[in-house]
């Protein structure tokens, strides 16, 4: 019992991490499993989470439930509260859950909450007879110069 709870929280562990692999993964499969770290996808995040929200709301209750032996009237009561507020944070966890896969699924992505950037710059080439033109054009109607231009040509 103990060494399958010892496995257990050593996968666990490999699953959130990014430089180990969980136990008795098989050689072809190791440096693959070493790269994973499943905190970064936001629907395992949102499920880790959830349980651990879940986990600390029970024994919440269950410390309710033993102070409120005495009184059945309120235990009563609480026990519907209870249900109830379970159902409802279920449904919005499966809810955002479903969305996010029907989004990743529409758009091909892989919900990851990595930070990534590319950088891009384009090199523009000015064509001087084009320039030349619009030189002498501005010459005779200054109207559709730009204002920058005008502004230049009453400095000098």
């Given at each position: 019992m103990w060494n399958k709870l010892t496995t257990?929280?050593?996968s666990l562990g490999a699953m959130l991490t990014n430089s180990?692999?969980?136990p008795n993964t098989p050689p072809e499969y190791l440096e693959g499993l070493k790269a994973v770290?499943?905190?970064r996808s936001k629907k395992f995040f949102v499920v880790f989470t959830s349980i651990l929200m879940l986990l600390a709301f029970y024994i919440a209750s269950v410390f309710i439930l033993f102070l409120t032996a005495p009184i059945?009237?309120?235990t009563g009561a609480f026990v519907t509260i209870f249900v109830e507020t379970i159902k409802i944070f279920a449904v919005?966890?499966?809810?955002?859950?479903?969305?996010?896969a029907a989004i990743d699924f529409k758009y091909n992505s892989d919900s990851?909450?990595?930070f990534s950037g590319e950088v891009k710059y384009s090199k523009e080439e000015v064509n001087q007879q084009v320039v030349a033109n619009y030189a002498e054009k501005y010459k005779d109607d200054a109207?559709?110069?730009?204002?920058q231009w005008i502004i230049e040509q009453?400095?000098?």
């Open positions: 257990f929280g050593a180990k692999a969980p770290n499943f905190l059945p009237n309120i919005i966890i499966s809810a955002y859950l479903g969305l996010q990851n909450t990595a109207s559709y110069a730009p204002l009453s400095n000098e």
